[in-house]
Structure formats: structure tokens, C-alpha cells
């Protein structure tokens, strides 16, 4: 295996860094509060000159047990905090929040214009409407959403929460928003018309159905594959894409619409984030053996292990502000420990580290800027959507570095496979003469016995050099070596395919002739003889000699074994050695 240049591993790294700094210098530059003329005023509209979001302000209510009643009669120096954005941040806390706003501008349209907040992720929420009464002033009309209430209650299907802004809502009575999430708490607030409502939520769900298609055809793909090699990676990376699949549709509000009480899809978040990360943990370790190459980053990993289990274990137990600083904590660490071995063992020549570290600097860029914006608002890009991005470029380069790594040992096993066969034909071959040697006539004669049956006709030949001995003593044993050799390749010449030619050692040969009856292995002991009889051989004085053979012949009688056959046709190549050699003899 070709090992990766100093020069080319640091080229590819500089370019990966380089693409992944331009990401968070987009993120960092994006994130912050944004500002406005007035220090107290946000406003957001649609295009026209339809109802706008002003005078925002934010009430956190840690116990979460205040009532609207008691929010109404709350002041700034009561808690009210104004809001210089439309855009309400608070990182990650269970509590609860009030948010106090006006909708002021030309409701003349407002049946087409809705409240949109921008998060699927919030459990409860609770919107108080000011609404004309008969006769002259207003009262307050509440709709109830979030993750705990009934997806048949939730009237329009998007992916966010909106609210159809009534035809009679007051203009400049303040509405009164209240909120919990046990996530990031980061409500966009805006109000749009029908139109963006829909080209949004077609857009959010073509990404969603695209990102759900790339890893149902990763499953599928790496599941074919385990059943085709059956290697364990695949299955640790499929449950790692079925979990992450999972974690994915409850973040991003897909997996409300299953209708799944909120109590267990609440507690299948952080099993399916613990099994995400066990899982990818499993994966990375046996792709890249870090138990044994890379010992120190190993440790780490499966000290993650425990963590993703304590942070699943806490979620679960309803202390999910808690998990989720760990969740973000350690989206970080998993990722950033995982491309550190990747370039460590691509440096040591593991080619489908490639692959591999294309695949976690995608999701380490995802999973790092949603870890990061637990803690740091942004303004406008959708940088949630990064983690779903980074999870579809990630299951891609993986399966292909999977695919090469089992090709790679696919090769390795096929390359081992035929390195045993040739030693096993050495082991079988003679290395003078490249007939196969008496262990391999053992041998066959062992597998023919068991198979005797499906044969009619069976018959062995034993071939003995005549005088070899006078011509290694007369010319040399480089002379006798030639004429062996000779031997071998007219017998070798005049068998067919499915013939066993060997030497049994000196000047003694042997071929074994299934399916020919003693006719038939006469006549190919003559054509070998007749043939090794006209070759001439020249001296070390240039004087020609020749050489003769003597052939026993045996076939295979009714009820017969095959080592007698053995033994018959040895007694007639000892009756042609002493009828005066260079004959045949059928016993």
C-alpha cells in the first residue's frame, strides 16, 4: 500500500482547514445581537406595508409558574427586560420566558398574515391575542401549541409553529408570548403572509426529504454490503445512521407529526443521541483499530462512551438542560478526537482515512457550529440546517471509505488466498521436474477411494528410468537431472488434464488415469515411451546417448481398492525392469 506523502497529507489538511475556517468566520461573523435605530423598538414585516412586530421586551420566569394574569401587571422594574431584536436568545435553560410585544401597521389583510416562531423545538407555548369585543374594547384570546399538545391541534403543518393573526386583533394592545424549551431557547419571531408561509415550509421540507433519502440509501447501501462481507463496520454505522435519522427528525420537528406522546418522544431524543454517538464511538474504533494504533485516543473515546450514556441517562430523567450543555460539550469532543486519529493513521498509509476525515470534517463543521450556537445567537442563516448538511456529506464519505476499506481487505484476503495456493502447490510440486510429488499422489489417491464409485474405468501407471544410475556415474548428475527432467515433460506431454502425473522420487514416476480402462492407459504408456525413447542427449564431449523407460500398467478391477492398484502396477513395472526394461507391462 502506497503511503501518503508528508508533503500531500498536509496540502489535503490546509485545504480541509481552510474550507472549514471560511464556515466559522460566516458563523462568527453572523452570530451576535443585531441592532436597530431605537434601543426599544424591533420590527419585522412582510413585503407591504402589513402588521409589524414592535416594543419587545422578555420576562424569565425560572420556576415557570407565573400566570398571565400576574405577567400583565409586570413592569421593567419587575423583570421586563426590552428586546432590541425580534430575534429572542437565552442559550440553553428550562425556564420559562414572557415575551410582551405589540402588533402595530394595517391588519386590513391580517386573514392572510401569520405569527411565525422559528423553533420546532418548543415544548409549551402559549399566545395571548388581543381581540376587539362588541361594543368597544378588547379581551384576550389564547392558543396553545408546543411538542406537549396534540398534533391534530396544531392546525397549520409546518415545521415551525404558525399562528393565523385573527381579523379583529387590536392594533397596539400588547401580546403576550410564553415559552419553554428544555433545548436552546432561540425564538425568531416574524410576521409573514400566506405566500412565504408556503414557499418556506416546501423549501424545509425538499432539504429534509433530500437529507432523509441520502441516509435511507446509505442504510440501505451499507446493509447490502453487510450482508455481502459481513463485516461488523457496517453494522455499528448502520445503527448510527438509523439513531442520528432519528435524533435529526425530532430536532428539526418532523417527528411531532408521527404523533408520538410527547413523554416518549422526549425520552427517544436521548436514547437516539446516545446511540448516535455509542455508535459512531463503536465504528470509529474498529475502522481505524484504535485500540492497538492509537491507545491514548482510544481511552478518550470510550470515556465519551460513558459520557453520551450519563448525558442519555440525565435527559431521560428530565434534567435536559443539563444533558444538553453535555450533548454540546461533547458534539464537540467526539468529532475533534475522531479527526485526530483519522490523520494519524492517514499519515501511517491507511488510504481510507481519506474518506473518513473528508466525512468528519463535514459533520465536525455541522455538529461544531450547532454545539457552538447552544451558546452564541446568530442573526440569519440557518445554521441548524449545517448539522443536517454535515450528517448528509458525512454518511456519503463514509460509506465510501467503508467501501474501500473492505475492498482493501477484500484484496488482502484474495492476495493471501492465492499466496496459500501457491504455497500449497509448492508444497505439492517437485522442484525438479514441476510434476507433483509423492504427498500429492497420497493424496489423491485418497479423495479417489472415497469417489471409486463414480468411476467405470480407473487405471495407474508406474514409470521407472532405466539405468539412471549408469548415466549419473557415466556423464554426471547434471546429466541425469536433463534427462528427468526429459521424462517429465513427455509424460506430462501425452496425459490429459484431469490426469495426476507425479514423481515418486529418484528415477520412479506415477500417473494416475481416471476414467480409462487398460487399453486406454496401455496406449498412453506407449505414447510416453515411444517419445522418450527417440530423444538423444548430448555429453560433456558432444557424444549423443539416449535413454529408456519401463512402464507397469494397472486398471482398476470390480470391488478393488486403490492402493492394490498401486501395488499391481508396481509388480508390473518390476516384471518390465526384469523382462530387460524399456517396455510395458500390464498387471
Excluded at 478518550?300 to 450543555?325: C, H, P, R, S, W
Aim: glycine share 8%; with cysteine.
Amino acid at each position: 500500500m502506497m503511503k501518503p506523502t508528508v508533503r500531500g497529507s498536509a496540502s489535503f489538511l490546509i485545504m480541509a482547514l481552510f474550507v472549514a475556517a471560511c464556515f466559522y468566520a460566516a458563523f462568527f461573523f453572523d452570530s451576535g445581537t443585531p441592532r436597530i435605530p431605537s434601543a426599544s423598538v424591533a420590527a419585522v414585516a412582510p413585503a407591504g406595508s402589513g402588521p409589524i412586530i414592535s416594543r419587545i421586551a422578555v420576562l424569565e420566569d425560572r420556576p415557570g409558574k407565573l400566570g398571565f394574569d400576574q405577567v400583565r401587571s409586570f413592569s421593567r422594574a419587575r423583570g421586563y427586560v426590552p428586546q432590541s431584536s425580534s430575534r429572542i436568545f437565552r442559550g440553553i435553560t428550562k425556564s420559562a420566558f414572557w415575551i410582551r410585544f405589540q402588533l402595530s401597521g394595517r391588519f386590513v389583510d391580517a386573514a392572510d398574515s401569520f405569527l411565525e416562531m422559528d423553533n420546532p423545538n418548543l415544548y409549551e407555548i402559549e399566545l395571548y391575542l388581543p381581540v376587539a369585543v362588541p361594543g368597544g374594547g378588547a379581551t384576550y384570546e389564547l392558543r396553545r401549541m408546543g411538542q406537549t399538545t396534540d398534533v391534530r391541534d396544531k392546525g397549520l403543518l409546518t415545521r415551525n409553529w404558525t399562528v393565523r393573526l385573527p381579523r379583529d386583533l387590536v392594533d397596539g394592545e400588547p401580546v403576550y408570548l410564553r415559552v419553554k424549551s428544555g433545548t436552546i431557547v432561540s425564538l425568531p419571531l416574524a410576521v409573514v403572509d400566506a405566500a412565504y408561509v408556503v414557499r418556506k415550509t416546501i423549501a424545509q421540507d425538499l432539504v429534509f426529504g433530500a437529507f432523509l433519502g441520502i441516509l435511507l440509501a446509505m442504510i440501505f447501501y451499507n446493509v447490502l454490503s453487510f450482508f455481502i462481507v459481513r463485516n461488523t463496520n457496517y453494522i455499528f454505522y448502520v445503527l448510527y445512521l438509523v439513531f442520528m435519522l432519528v435524533y435529526q427528525a425530532k430536532i428539526h420537528g418532523y417527528l411531532y407529526y408521527l404523533g408520538i406522546p410527547y413523554e416518549a418522544a422526549r425520552i427517544l431524543v436521548w436514547v437516539s443521541l446516545s446511540c448516535a454517538g455509542f455508535f459512531s464511538i463503536q465504528f470509529s474504533r474498529t475502522f481505524f483499530e484504535t485500540k492497538s494504533r492509537v491507545p491514548i485516543i482510544d481511552f478518550l473515546m470510550k470515556t465519551l462512551i460513558v459520557v453520551f450514556v450519563i448525558q442519555g441517562v440525565i435527559g431521560i430523567a428530565g434534567y435536559e438542560d443539563v444533558a444538553n450543555i453535555l450533548a454540546h460539550v461533547s458534539g464537540l469532543l467526539l468529532p475533534l478526537a475522531i479527526l485526530v486519529v483519522a490523520v494519524v493513521r492517514y499519515n501511517d498509509g491507511f488510504a481510507p482515512a481519506r474518506y473518513f476525515l473528508l466525512g468528519w470534517m463535514a459533520l465536525f463543521m455541522g455538529v461544531s457550529i450547532w454545539s457552538i450556537s447552544g451558546f452564541i445567537p446568530t442573526r440569519s442563516l440557518p445554521w441548524n440546517y449545517f448539522l443536517v448538511l454535515g450528517t448528509a456529506m458525512e454518511s456519503i464519505f463514509f460509506s465510501v471509505a467503508i467501501s474501500r476499506l473492505i475492498r482493501q481487505l477484500v484484496e488482502e484476503k484474495e492476495h493471501l488466498a492465492e499466496q496459500e495456493r501457491i504455497f500449497r502447490n509448492l508444497a505439492h510440486i517437485d522442484s525438479l521436474t514441476g510434476l507433483y510429488n509423492k504427498r500429492y499422489f497420497t493424496e489423491k489417491m485418497a479423495e479417489l477411494r472415497n469417489c471409486t464409485p463414480a468411476f467405470q474405468f480407473f487405471s495407474v501407471l508406474m514409470l521407472d528410468l532405466d539405468f539412471l544410475k549408469t548415466i549419473n556415474d557415466s556423464f554426471g548428475h547434471q546429466m541425469g537431472d536433463r534427462v528427468l527432467i526429459k521424462l517429465a515433460e513427455k509424460i506430462f506431454a501425452n496425459v490429459r488434464k484431469s490426469d495426476v502425473p507425479c514423481r515418486f522420487g529418484g528415477d520412479e514416476f506415477a500417473v494416475l488415469l481416471p476414467g480409462a480402462g487398460k487399453q486406454d492407459a496401455i496406449a498412453v504408456a506407449e505414447k510416453i515411451r515411444e517419445s522418450f525413447v527417440r530423444e538423444k542427449f548430448l555429453d560433456s564431449s558432444g557424444e549423443e546417448t539416449g535413454a529408456t523407460v519401463s512402464v507397469g500398467v494397472a486398471a482398476l478391477e470390480p470391488g478393488e481398492m486403490p492402493e492394490s492398484l498401486v501395488t499391481r502396477a508396481d509388480r508390473a513395472l518390476y516384471e518390465a525392469k526384469e523382462r530387460g526394461k524399456n517396455r510395458i507391462v500390464a498387471g
